[in-house]
Every structure is written in structure tokens, then in C-alpha cells.
């Protein structure tokens, strides 16, 4: 086992990228994702790397689709409003069916919002966010070590299917520090045909591109881009199920939330209540089937986030209104204490409301 | 066991820099740890805190909003914290820098002049580390053993004479007697 090192999220974000064969990160800084950059300013131009700040979002994740286009690893981060800029690039990326990775280290919106931690940009990262029909995988990491894990399956399910993924964290994982095991150095190891690496005159050329103006064509490609969908939410779904054997009540939270979540599980539990916690990893493709089979044992589910109930919608879709779903959310920045979630669980266990 | 510390001061005073020591201390003793800084729009002389906890078991939440252990090393830090801790627990306070005492009496107050002391030893910049060397001392979370371990994590092998000071005032510290 390799030693563990302390490290920031963020930092272990950057790290993980590089020994998963990322030499190109292009960039642009904002408040809390800053390390991300400085750590690849720092370690690129040794490794025969790119880091460039760009002079804004909307350049930095242009220059991604461009990389990106040549089948090499590539990457962006940024925080909300960044993000936001970004959706444009993300959709033409997503359109154009090349790989990539897309940090978002979220803060409080919306607008400019504030610099404290958030979730709220859940529906932009699993509804789609820029325009036009595609999805980006979406991970959530609620570790360091996860931030480092994740970003190298990111890069794997990029090169596997073709599309953007998204790392959905937020400032309190990003600027945390615990011990992290960093992950082997890989490369990718999938053929890339489709890439533009100059034809050398012995093949035809590769066109990279999201513009349809035939409009069969262009309902064609969409449909077997949802094929491709169809596969990843048969085959990648991925969550965590803590203390959900006898559970009568279904907490359901990802990130630095299930963390929280799980130190008011523990002490509901010593309390007696039968509570236990799904976090999902990925919130698209989200897990639905766990989260269905829950239904018919739980009496009802709390969805615990950073926003006004944005991942409470996909739990009632995927709990298909069988049990109720109740909301215990901070916003703007703030976190939910442990006690302000066993107070919920308590409350629901009571049957009230 | 579980600790909740939260180390509080002016920026520049080295407050995280104290808590990623402690942290590293308790990786080298094989702990679960995290660490996590106040952020915000913060400069050189506004305050600054982080939060460490050291437990056998995996951490949940990385919020500390009632400290086992509280370090302050400035009055508004005292101000605010004073009333978060846990009842029994422990608050070390700058004595050269906070003219007042803790009001509470069910906590145990330990005062350590780190910024005077920290001039005499000839490490002006090192009071953080002093306050560290007394917290060890009293509060259990991490031992006194094999400090350099812990400190060659923290101060690179670069700076011998940085490592050195660094663990002359944490020794400082812990053998301070009020």
C-alpha cells in the first residue's frame, strides 16, 4: 500500500489528473478551487505539461473542446459562476462526443453568490446545463481521498463513452485536508480513432464537430448518444448504503452533506431510530433502483443538501412517489449541523407532518 | 476516542500551519484526521481558524462547531469561541497577547505566554508552535513522541534550521509551567 499523504481536495484533484495521464489543464481562477490551478502551475511545465490560464471560462473551456478533439486527457475546473460561463463549451463537447473533465468545486449562488460551500448547482450538472439534449456523467466526491479516486475513474468513463464528465464537489472538500492513498500512474488505454492527430496522408480525415444542418442526421446522432446513456445508467450507477438493513427511515445525501448525515445517523441510532443513508456517487446516472427498492421497506426518505431541494426532485422520481420526501437543507453557504439532521430524523420518526 | 480542535487567531499567526502538524502527528500515530480551514475573504491580520479532529474512527463531518480543544490566540478568537466548547474541555489562551481570562469554570483554562516566550527562545514567529508543545502536553490527542516525524512533513528537509527552532518551541511549550 502506498503511503498516505495530507493533502487539500483540491490538491488531490490535481495530483489524481496528472497520474491519470492529464497533461493539459487549462483554467481560469475563482474562490474555492484556486489550488487546483496552482497546483498544476506548479507541477505541468516539470512533467512536459500545459497549464495555461486562459483569460476567461469561456476561453479555458474552448481550449478543453480543442484538446479534447485530439483524443489527449484534458481538464478544467472552476466554481459556479464559472461553471456557468463554461455551458456553452460544455454543450459542444457534449454535442461533439469528445472526452473531457469538468471540476466544479461549488459555492453558494446564485449570481456572483458568496464563497462558501454549496450543492445548488445540482440541476445544471444533471439536467443538462448548457443547451440541447446530453448529460455528463456526474461524480460526487464526499472524501479527499474520493477527490482523488473519482477524478481517475472520471478520466476512464470520459475515454470509455466518449462525453464530458463532471466532478461535482464543493468548498469544504476542496479546501479540507485528510489522508490520502494517491492512485497508480495510468495512461488511457482506449483506442481513440476519431481523434485529429494529422491523417500523415494514410487515412481520411477525422472531423470533429457538433453542427447538423441535416436534420436526420442530427435526430439520428442524438438518438445513439442516448443509447450510449442508456448503457452508462445500466452499468455505472454508483452509490454507498450505510446502515440500510433494517432502516425505516432513508436519509439520502451526497457529498460533504452524507458526512454530516452519517454522524446524525450514528446518534439517531443510539437513540433507537432505525435510520440509514444511500449516498449516491454518481447524481447522474442516478440511483434509482436502490433508492426504489427502499421505498417498499422505509416509511419515509430525507434528502439532506445544499440547495432548496434540488436532488429531492430525482428521489420522488425514483422512489416513484411511493413514500414521502422530506427537505433538511442549508443554503447560501452554510452547512446543516449534525443536530439540525438527527432533529429531522426525530421529527419524521414521530410521524409529524 | 475522538478530539474536536479548533485553532483560532489573527492570519499570519500560523494557526494552520499548527493544525496541519497536529494533523500529520496523528497520520504518523495511524489516526483518522481531517483538517479543515476557515476560508473567506481573509488577509494577513484578519482572523484566521481551522479545525482539526483526530479520532480511531473514520471522521464523519469536518465541521467543528463545539471543540473539545480550543486554541486562542487573540482576543476576538476568545470572544467568540469561548462559549462553543464542550463542557470539560480545554481552552489554551496567548496570555501575552489576550489580557483576560476565560469566564467559564467549566472548562479548564491553560495560559501560556507563547508570543513573549517565543521572542526569548529567538523564534519570534513561532508562538503557534509554543501553544502546540503545551497542547500535547495536556490535552492527549496526539503524544510527544517522535516529533520529527511528524515535523519533517510539515517543514521541508530545506530548512534544517526552521525544523530545528520549530521543535525548540514546541519543547518550549511542553515544558512550560504556569
Known amino acids: 500500500m ?293 421505498a417498499d421497506k422505509v416509511k419515509a426518505f430525507i434528502s439532506v443538501e445544499m440547495s432548496m431541494g434540488q436532488m429531492l426532485e430525482d428521489i420522488k422520481l425514483a422512489c416513484e412517489c411511493k413514500k414521502p420526501v422530506h427537505l433538511c437543507n442549508r443554503v447560501g453557504g452554510m452547512i446543516p449541523s449534525p443536530e439540525q439532521v438527527l432533529a429531522k430524523i426525530v421529527e419524521v420518526e414521530g410521524g409529524k407532518n | 476516542m475522538k478530539t474536536e480542535i479548533l485553532l483560532a487567531g489573527f492570519g499570519g499567526q500560523g494557526l494552520l500551519f499548527a493544525g496541519k502538524f497536529i494533523a500529520y502527528k496523528g497520520l504518523v500515530e495511524g489516526k483518522n484526521l481531517s483538517w479543515l480551514p476557515s476560508y473567506g475573504p481573509e488577509m494577513r491580520g484578519g482572523t484566521a481558524n481551522c479545525s482539526v479532529i483526530l479520532s480511531d474512527d473514520p471522521v464523519g463531518s469536518p465541521i467543528v462547531a463545539n471543540p473539545d480543544v480550543l486554541v486562542a490566540m487573540n482576543l476576538p478568537s476568545l470572544d467568540k469561541f469561548e462559549k462553543d466548547v464542550v463542557p470539560g474541555g480545554m481552552i489554551f489562551v496567548d496570555s501575552s497577547l489576550i489580557e483576560r481570562k476565560v469566564v467559564r469554570d467549566d472548562v479548564k483554562a491553560f495560559y501560556i505566554p507563547a508570543t513573549r516566550l517565543a521572542n526569548e527562545i529567538g523564534a519570534p514567529t513561532l508562538a503557534n508552535m509554543i501553544i502546540t508543545g503545551k497542547l500535547i502536553k495536556e490535552a492527549g490527542a496526539v503524544s510527544y513522541d517522535n516529533l520529527d516525524d511528524a515535523l519533517h512533513k510539515v517543514v521541508s528537509a530545506k530548512h534544517q534550521n526552521l525544523f530545528d527552532l520549530n521543535k525548540k518551541a514546541i519543547e518550549c511549550g511542553y515544558n512550560y509551567a504556569d
Open chain 1, 2 to 294: 502506498a503511503e498516505k499523504v495530507l493533502m487539500k481536495g483540491n490538491e488531490a484533484i490535481a495530483e489524481a489528473a496528472i497520474r491519470s495521464g492529464c497533461r493539459h489543464y487549462l483554467g481560469y481562477p475563482i474562490t474555492p478551487q484556486t489550488e487546483i490551478a496552482a497546483y498544476m502551475a506548479k507541477r505541468m511545465p516539470k512533467i512536459n505539461g500545459v497549464f495555461l490560464q486562459a483569460e476567461s471560462e469561456i476561453s479555458a473551456i474552448n481550449m478543453v473542446y480543442g484538446v479534447a478533439a485530439t483524443g489527449k486527457r484534458v481538464m478544467t475546473s472552476s466554481s459556479s459562476p464559472g461553471i456557468s460561463l463554461k455551458q456553452e463549451g460544455i454543450s459542444y463537447i457534449a454535442g461533439s462526443d469528445v472526452p473531457a473533465l469538468i471540476v466544479n468545486v461549488q459555492r453558494g449562488g446564485p449570481g456572483l453568490g458568496g464563497i462558501q460551500p454549496s450543492q445548488s448547482d445540482y440541476f445544471q450538472a444533471t439536467k443538462g446545463g448548457g443547451h440541447g439534449d446530453y448529460h455528463l456523467i456526474v461524480l460526487t466526491p464526499a472524501s479527499v481521498q474520493e477527490m482523488a479516486d473519482l477524478t481517475s475513474h472520471a478520466f476512464d468513463l470520459a475515454d470509455k463513452y466518449r462525453m464530458p464528465v463532471m466532478l461535482l464537489a464543493d468548498g469544504t472538500i476542496g479546501q479540507m485536508m485528510e489522508p490520502v492513498e494517491l492512485p497508480e500512474e495510468k495512461t488511457s488505454t482506449v483506442e481513440k480513432p476519431w481523434a485529429l492527430t494529422g491523417t500523415k496522408m494514410q487515412r481520411e480525415h477525422n472531423i470533429i464537430n457538433s453542427l447538423y444542418l441535416n436534420t436526420e442526421l442530427l435526430e439520428k446522432t442524438n438518438f445513439e448518444r442516448f443509447e450510449r446513456y442508456k448503457q452508462i445508467e445500466e452499468n455505472e450507477v454508483m452509490y454507498e448504503s450505510f446502515m440500510m438493513e433494517d432502516a425505516e427511515i432513508c436519509v439520502v445525501s451526497f457529498g460533504i452533506t452524507a458526512r454530516v448525515s452519517k454522524n446524525a445517523i450514528i446518534e439517531a441510532r443510539r437513540q433507537g431510530i432505525k435510520v440509514g443513508l444511500i449516498r449516491p456517487i454518481t447524481v447522474w446516472p442516478f440511483p434509482k433502483q436502490p433508492i426504489l427498492e427502499a
